[in-house]
């Protein structure tokens, strides 16, 4: 049969387009959620900065008593308020992006004091996030604030006197509705501003916090050993885990079907002479029982390492799930191109043991599925409106949830206060 080309024909173009609009989509849904959350670490940097300041004008009070011989008593209460704003800042920082522990406690006495490497690093952390941080803080929310004021205009222009111009920058005399559509167009110019420059500052606004209240290298190095060996252990338990769960699938399912056959063909030989039609209805038992025991034996083998995960990829996969689930579950999944296989066949797994759970403990009448890829890390959550009340240690299966994830080198939350809803976050690292 010959070969149609397709280059040149009048709908090989058109059939290419459609791609574009999905592709359009996914960067705008991805450049709103950058901008929320730029705005929503914004906010929280102002919040820390303004506690930093409070703290660095502390240490400046302190200081300045300190040239007249009134304030060296004062240096250990005032670096414990630097390290309690510092603190803040890790807390928040260890959110959203990597952790940051917390050091030890401030030392006791004024020469401890001077010579805690951490206290000299927490103290110019609250001089620089006190001033650059705020400042980052009030322009990044300033942009936002600024769009919507300008974008709202045309809606209350006429209360104003029109000497009175218009929000922010705009004090030129408004006569009208076009002279308040023009205010209407530079909101979308501060729009556009908020998305671009959003996350940029967000990221200025957080260096401080990243350089300064970082633990020192030997420390970090040492936490880090810790960790990784932690996270090694979980790994093994999570293997031995997941090894008895299939000797056990086995032992239980294939295994006593295939003594069933073995048993069947024994009764069917001896019957052929005596009794051929009764030979004839063991056999079909026989043929019963191998069949179950092939179906058993693709189960443990598809609980290994789905094909579909590894045909159709991530999305196909947990399309999957959500569709035989015995609650109703709706899934988003945002993740451009493939992570590696150990990340998917975890999020697999997570998204498997999580529904899995709502449908058997937790009452749910809806549940939700959501996963997306921002820069190095894979977003995975899962969200019922059940019950509530998921305890890690009661036997539903989230402790082996949460020794995956650690044995991924990941992040596990579970939030379910009695009365719900269960959100279950995992976050794992995915590389660039």
Known sequence: MPRTDTVGHPHAAGSARPGRGPALRRYVRRRVRMSVDAIERLVGGLGTSILALAAGLLLLVVALACLVGVGLAMIPSSAKAVRSAANRERARLSRSEHD??????????????????????????????????????????????????????????????PEAGGPGFVNWRIDGLPDALVVALMGIGWLAATVALGP??????????????????????????????????????????????IERSLHDGAQNRLVAVTVLLGAARRAMVRDPARAVEILDRAHTSAELALAELRTVVRSILPPVLDDRGLAAALDGLA????????????????????????????????????????????????VHRSADRLHVSVVDDGRGGADEGSGSGIGGIRRRVEAHDGRFTLTSPPGGPTTLLVELPCGL
Do not use: K
Request: hydrophobic share 50%; glycine share 8%; net charge positive.
């Open 200 to 245: 940029a500052l967000a990221r200025l606004q957080a260096l401080p916090g990243r350089r300064l209240l970082a633990p020192p290298r030997d420390v970090d190095m040492s936490l880090r050993i810790a960790e990784l060996t932690a996270t090694r252990a979980a790994a093994l338990d999570a293997h031995a885990v997941e090894l008895r769960r």
């Open 100 to 161: 940051l522990p917390p050091p030890p406690a401030v030392p006791a006495g004024l020469r401890g004091v001077l010579r805690d490497p951490w206290v000299r690093r927490e103290a110019a952390f609250v001089a620089a996030h006190g001033t650059v941080g705020f400042g980052l803080g009030v322009i990044g929310l300033s942009l936002p604030i600024s769009a919507v004021q300008n974008l709202l205009f045309p809606l209350y222009y006429w209360v104003l006197p």
């Open 323 to 370: 569709a035989g689930c015995g609650v109703p579950c709706t899934v988003q999944v945002d993740v451009p191109g493939r992570c590696a296989v150990s990340v998917e066949a975890t999020a697999y797994f997570v998204v498997a043991e999580a529904l899995t759970n709502v449908a058997r403990h937790s009452g749910a009448a809806t549940a939700a599925v959501a």
